[in-house]
């Protein structure tokens, strides 16, 4: 058996697999592992006094399989039911990773990241290298094709062409005691002669992309951390423009990068500076990111931006009490050109407090608003003085957090565990525009009082809560509220889980009419040889209504399931 899974495995793999290899634990894996599972679900559903919302009887068939070579994972899984069937399989793209002691291969189909303004999880197809022994130096290294070559046809509007990418990159990184720096190079460039010559009315021209970055940390005093990154990015838009030279150091190395027309510069800086001390600490970071920055390394980048931050955290009480507290902002439309700017301001203030083991207590406020300044061309042309139209197309958003729990265990007997646990909420929400308030204020309240009561011995968990909410806005304003009770408890030395749960919600608005909902569930869970599990559940739904353009309802859902689990 062991042969004929082994010949079919080797019959498919040339379809590619996933597999990570550790080369100095060849001969200590086991030769062949299949380990899978299988599940079968069927779903009863029946309502009364509304249209069904599903099929009264559904059933769901899932079966996974793994098989391991020598550690190679090639994982399977199909599903089937009334309502329709899927079929995975790995053999889409493939990569082998082999290792051995401080060197890791990448081959195949596969990502490397060197930092966020470079290379980040761009998948390639060709070679990688990690090298990472223990001491002061790194090197990591890349080379292979970024994009596909994708030739022009008509006949298939929604297929984008595309040129063949090759990219080539290296970070080498140093360590010391107090200090760190990583240089990294990457370059990539399009083949004008992997496809045909493209129209240029579809805007798709072959480039070539040069980064370069230097990251650096360091450690004074054993106090200060200064970390900091900075990084190029040269990008050449059409390879066809003739060559010009340009005072860049990125065009300085010419035998690296080709200076034309089309290329542009962009940088990318970020910042941060750290204190500690006794459990104190204060952050300071920065962030700018010039419009239009991006590199061939990775799928997308946030540009046009540039954030300041100020972080603090304090340990007070003989650390029984951690505050912590930051406020920044990010502005955008660096370069002016934009005819809309943003700016937004985001503070937060989190404490929590833990007295005792039988008390915790903790609060958090964040308060978020941005600023959308909006120039109209038509403001520009039709104003007759600087000061026409001054703040008619200013936004601005307004958003406030606010929560606060509280936690109470009590009694001294282990075998019987009581607790009391209680949590706020409060959210608002609003637009303004030239200092008035649009569509009014939108404000949400959440309350929820729970107690709870462990039995241990008994394996017998009891709970019983209450849950109220509002939400006020324009002219609208909700409320619900209700009582949830639950029981749970394990038999037959744990092999077997009942779960019994019931609530009763009401909910109305301004004008007295509402609904009141009851809903009850019950599940249980017997597990047998710690393979096999049959589980059984059911909810009843029952909702009744004041309101003449509703319907009350009931609904009943049931469902019974087997799963299998098997490890060769």
């Known amino acids: 058996m062991q042969k004929l899974i082994l010949l079919i495995c080797l019959q498919t793999i040339y379809a590619g697999f996933v597999c990570a290899q550790k080369l100095d634990a060849i001969g200590k894996e086991k030769p062949l592992a299949i380990n899978g599972s299988a599940s079968l679900s069927q779903l009863f559903y029946g309502a009364r006094g509304i249209d069904s919302r599903r099929d009264p009887y559904t059933y769901f068939a899932n079966s996974s399989l793994n098989l391991s070579l020598y550690g190679w994972s090639i994982p399977f899984s199909f599903s089937l039911s009334n309502q329709n069937t899927s079929f995975q399989q790995p053999f889409n793209q493939y990569s082998i990773n082999p290792s051995y002691k ?25 070679a990688g290298l990690d090298i990472a022994p223990e001491g002061r130096w790194s090197l990591h290294a890349l080379h292979g ?30 360590k010391g005691d107090n200090n760190s720096i990583d240089l990294i190079l990457f370059h990539s460039a399009d083949d004008l002669s992997a496809i045909s010559a493209l129209p240029d009315s579809l805007n798709i021209f072959a480039e070539e992309n040069l980064v370069l970055s230097v990251a650096a940390s360091a450690t004074i005093l054993k106090q200060f951390l200064l970390q900091a990154e900075l990084a190029g ?114 503070g937060s203030l989190a404490l929590n407090y833990t007295p005792s083991q039988q008390v915790a207590v903790s609060a958090a406020y964040s308060t978020f608003q941005s600023f959308t300044n909006i120039r109209s061309q038509f403001v520009d042309i039709n104003q007759l003085s600087p000061y026409d139209n001054l703040d008619t197309l200013n936004f601005t958003q307004l958003s406030q957090n606010a929560n606060l729990s509280f936690l109470y265990s009590f009694g001294k007997n282990q075998d019987r565990k009581q607790s009391i646990n209680t949590n706020v909420m409060y959210q608002v929400a609003a637009d303004k525009r030239g200092g008035t308030v649009q569509n009014g204020v939108t404000a949400f309240y959440n309350a929820n009082v729970a107690y709870s009561y462990n039995l241990v011995p008994q394996h017998m968990l009891m709970s019983l ?16 509220l209700g009582p949830v009770l639950s029981l749970s408890r394990t038999f037959f030395d744990k092999k077997f889980k009942l779960m019994v749960s019931s609530s009763y919600n009401n909910a109305k608005n301004q004008s007295a009419s509402g609904n009141t909902i009851l809903n009850l569930k019950t ?9 096999h599990i049959l589980t059984i559940s059911s909810a009843v739904i029952e909702r009744q209504t004041r309101n003449a353009e509703q319907k009350a309802f009931t609904e009943f859902t049931g469902n019974i399931g087997y799963a299998y689990s098997f490890g060769l």
């Not at 990502?111 to 290379?119: C, D, G």
């Not at 249980?524 to 393979?531: E, R, V």
Request: hydrophobic fraction near 35%; glycine fraction near 8%; proline fraction near 2%.
């Open 102 to 126: 401080f060197v890791t291969a990448h081959l195949g189909y596969t990502s490397m990241s060197f930092s966020p303004y470079t290379v980040n999880g761009h998948i390639f197809l060709g």
């Open 523 to 531: 599940s249980g869970a017997l597990t047998l040889k710690k393979k």
């Open 233 to 346: 990015s040269a990008l050449t838009r059409d390879i066809r423009d003739s060559t010009v030279h340009h005072s860049h150091i990125l065009a300085s190395p010419a035998f690296l990068f080709t200076s034309r027309s089309s290329s542009a510069y962009y940088q990318a800086f970020k910042a941060s500076f750290n204190y500690q001390l006794s459990g104190h600490s204060i952050g300071l970071g920065f962030e700018r990111i010039d419009p239009g920055y991006r590199t061939h390394g990775a799928y997308f980048f946030n540009n046009d931006l540039e954030n300041i931050t100020v972080n603090v955290a304090s340990a007070l009480l003989k650390n029984k009490m951690q505050v912590n507290a930051s406020v920044g902002t990010q502005r955008d439309n660096l370069d002016q050109e934009k005819l809309s700017s943003f700016r937004r301001m985001v």
């Open 465 to 480: 809560s209450f849950n109220a909410s509002m939400n006020k806005s324009e002219g609208m304003e909700t409320q619900t």
């Open 145 to 174: 094709r970024l994009l596909k070559a994708i030739d022009y046809d008509t006949a298939k509007s929604n297929v984008l062409p595309a040129f063949e990418r090759m990219g080539s990159g290296f970070k080498a990184g140093y």
